[in-house]
């Protein structure tokens, strides 16, 4: 059974607001009481979220609080692009939504106050609690960054 995407939004809405570790400490407990396919679901919605913010459009922004030596704008790399897309999940659906419209609600993420690594380990950490096994899992979506082609069209082979 696939997790709706209500239900993926009210799990996000127990972050607060951001993917520090207690508030992810805290999802991992909440999932990790649901059944496993309710844990799969989250995972598959998670990649999802982070699949559609990999686009070029937030990839090719500055970090927010740092500059290259001569001033210029500091460049994300693939992980810190990651994880700022971790951060704005985390925000909650809203927020998610919103940078679609306007991509200057997803440049305030790439401050390194808004690492949102921690949301990545989730899933893995749930299934591990409810199971007792290590979870060798893959998603539908690929979220690594630039693995969506249509996201990144000069990227396409």
Not at 12 to 35: F, H, N, Q, W, Y
Not at 45 to 70: C, H, I, M, N, S
Not at 98 to 127: I, K, N
């Amino acid at each position: 059974m696939m997790m709706t995407w209500a239900d993926f939004w009210s799990l996000i809405d127990t972050l607060g607001g951001k993917a520090d570790e207690p508030a992810c400490a805290r999802l991992v407990a909440d999932l990790s009481r649901r059944p496993v396919p309710e844990i799969e679901g989250f995972a598959e919605r998670l990649a999802e979220a982070l699949y559609r913010l990999d686009q070029e459009k937030f990839g090719t922004l500055p970090v927010a609080d740092l500059t290259l030596p001569d001033g210029a704008p500091f460049p994300q790399s693939a992980d810190v692009f990651l994880y700022t897309r971790c951060a704005v999940v985390a925000a909650g659906r809203s927020v998610w939504e919103s940078v679609f419209f306007d991509v200057d609600r997803f440049a305030p993420y790439t401050a390194s106050e808004y690492d949102g690594e921690s949301l990545l380990y989730v899933p893995d950490q749930a299934y591990e609690l409810a199971t007792g096994r290590e979870w060798q899992r893959q998603t539908r979506y690929c979220y690594e960054s630039y693995s969506n082609p249509d996201g990144w069209p000069h990227l396409r082979t």
